[in-house]
């Protein structure tokens, strides 16, 4: 089994045995690490050179990968990652956010979040695409942006209810938290209903939405990272609460979010100490104090982890993913520095398996954070 470390794409995984193959999406390209017999990672394989690739996922019904690409459209291989083509007949922007498949009655479906926030769907495995434009119909639309030129706002990730098939979420950074029940033919807003606020944080603050996860155990129970922090609610939307931790700052910036599938009471987040528009302000001496915390009751309280990973650490952890198998449990992390860490023993322990990659970044934080 193959799993992928990337921005935009599939960041949990469940498997019967680990994977031994690891693709991560950087600014040029793919590349596949292989797992050696003596468990350690190697380079194998680099494809899609000269591509900011942005998302990774693996249609498993089909053996068909697929790549995402900032200005770079979207991508497919059949053969395992060997050769690749490109499928984006019927998609009008090509500048690809997110990527994330699903099946409902029997039937793949693709789906490719774009910039400017559009999101359109596949049904015959990319080969052609349509438009949900019910997605542009929701009364926030006009508002939607983003802080960074050319502030254009973006459908940053996708997700899907654990028991119905046909329920759809997606993350509008910045501008919504958006759901649709009956296959992307109409959206609701879940950010704006009853919020409570925190009184030093605006309800303005959650339009800027990064990830949500929906509790396989009660999709009632939705949590959700922002711009502003971590948002949790037990009513599908109708009130939020915001969540901190003693030592994250009043602008942490939480953006990579896993659970373990099969025990979502243990999850983790990679969040910089502060938001980007203090890397913006720094200018060459931009700096993200990016860290990796844990929490075994289901955010509630969070623990920075350490054991090998760095004590202080300029980039930002620009994807996470996680790999549940028989009990075990895998973390990967990858830097706009081009590094990834990795830890196979549920986070107590971190090994660097890779340190001159091209950035593994959403496109532009790797710009902030180049080097002095």
């Known amino acids: 089994m ?3 470390l990337s921005h935009g794409g599939t960041n949990v995984y469940s498997s019967t045995e680990r994977a031994r193959q690891l693709w991560v999406a950087t600014q040029d390209g793919l590349v596949l690490f292989e797992r050696t017999d003596d468990g350690k990672w190697r380079a194998s394989q680099h494809a899609l050179r000269g591509q900011h690739i942005s998302s990774i996922i693996f249609e498993r019904t089909s053996g068909v990968i697929f790549a995402g690409a900032f200005f770079g459209s979207v991508h497919a291989s059949t053969d395992g990652g060997r050769n690749w083509e490109r499928r984006d007949n019927g998609i009008a922007i090509h500048d690809i ?15 490719a979040g ?3 926030a559009h999101l359109f769907m596949s049904e015959d495995l990319g080969r052609h695409w349509t438009e949900l434009t019910s997605l542009r119909e929701v009364p926030t639309t006009s508002a939607w942006s983003f802080p960074a030129p050319p502030h254009v706002a973006h459908t940053k990730f996708i997700t899907f209810d654990p ?21 992307g033919k109409s959206w609701a807003e879940l950010n704006t209903v009853g919020f409570l606020a925190n009184k030093n944080r605006p309800v303005e603050q959650f339009y800027d939405v990064h990830r ?42 939480p953006d990579g979010f896993v659970w373990n599938p099969k025990n979502p009471d243990l999850m983790f987040v ?8 203090t890397w913006r302000k720094a200018g060459p001496l931009a700096y993200a104090g990016a860290k990796i915390y844990r929490s075994n009751d289901g955010g509630k309280n969070w623990q920075r982890l350490g054991g090998g990973l760095p004590e202080s650490l300029k980039h930002e952890f620009g994807a996470l993913c996680l790999e549940e198998s ?11 520095g081009g590094e990834v860490f990795c830890s196979e023993d549920g986070g107590e322990s971190w090994s660097c398996i890779a340190s001159d990659l091209a950035p593994i970044s959403k496109k532009g934080h790797e710009r902030l954070l180049a080097a002095s």
């Open 97 to 111: 956010y997110s990527l994330a498949s699903h099946v409902v009655d029997g039937k793949v479906r693709v789906y």
């Open 326 to 336: 028989n009990g075990s449990c895998s973390i990967f992390g990858g830097t706009t």
């Open 163 to 183: 028991y119905d098939a046909k329920t759809i979420y997606a993350c509008i950074e910045q501008g919504a938290f958006l759901k649709s029940a009956d296959e």
């Open 212 to 253: 949500a996860l929906i509790d396989p155990r009660d999709p009632r129970k939705i949590y959700v990272t922002g711009g502003a922090g971590l948002y949790v609610t037990h009513t599908g939307g109708g009130n939020w609460e915001r969540w901190t931790s003693p030592d994250w700052a009043a602008d942490v910036y």
């Open 270 to 277: 990679a969040a910089a100490e502060h938001n980007p528009t």
């Open 2 to 4: 193959a799993i992928g």
């Open 114 to 116: 774009t910039e400017p």
